[in-house]
């Protein structure tokens, strides 16, 4: 074989036609081969970036291979050689990756389970639940014959909003609403989020929870309609400015509601279905929209928040804003 020295920090591939015959101490012409010296800093920043972690790592005058014998017997000694032992971690599983992982997630049962055509468009999926909620209210009432003062207010207020979504969707919609999605997103957006919210006027108007349950009293159904118009006007406030805004300035939204909190239509959502639960009077509905907040809300809003960090100007606003609540959180 030749001898000669490489530098240390040899970027290109040691190419070798030159065969050794073990047992008979003769070189041959071989295939051409290939081979790679890596620097220890090299091989130090790939454990880093496999998230790898030392357990061993000792150093040696020379080298300790098994050709070190033989380097010796030829009076060659090549210096320097070192043991590392590296492994790999039980992994576990950051935060943030959890957080992307759950919205590709839930994205994907809502816009594209099963595959196929996609003729459906996303509005049309939500606005035919919402649209039909004044009908399904309405003909709970009729088919159980209760017309109490709570089915009433319960009837005036999800129907209203119902009524509203779909002026909202006509006059500024929501382009992430306006998405085609397969059949089976549209039944998981059903199942999972949609169908739930008519859970609450079921257990107020149907005798499921027994004559005795009547839904909330007078003064409970005072704060749940405070709510639901306060809910009401920080949605429609917050969803015309951001169409509005965007629709000629494209960039971070800093002024009018998102001056003070940066999701003013999520927590309007939230008081507006809180204020429903509330005419309801039971714990069942808080937990669907736990469900649904926990679940959906709360990854939107983080997912939001990433995405907003991107502007230049974003550490200043997060610094005077209010994540969700005004001076509170």
Known sequence: MTNYIEPYFKRDPYI???GIDYIGKTTYDSKTMYWFVWTLSDILMAIIDNGMKVRHFSEYPDDISTQHGKNQVIGLAIPLSYILIAEKEEEVIP?????TAIHK???YMSHDLFGGPRILSFSWVINFQKGMTLFWVLGLMLYFENFSMQAWVYLALHGSYGIIWLLKDLIFPDSRWQKKITFGGALTAIVAVLGPYWVAPYL???????????GATMIWMA???IAYALGLMLMLVADAQKFYTLKYHKGLITTGLFRFIRHPNYLGEMLIYGAFAIVTWHWIPWVLLAWVWLGYFSINIIMKERSMSRHETWAEYKKHSWYLIPFIF
């Open 223 to 225: 704060l749940a309609i």
């Open 105 to 107: 997630a839930t994205h």
């Open 95 to 99: 935060m943030g990756n959890l957080i």
């Open 16 to 18: 070798d036609s030159d």
């Open 204 to 214: 107020l108007i149907s005798p499921v929870l027994g004559e005795s349950h009547v």
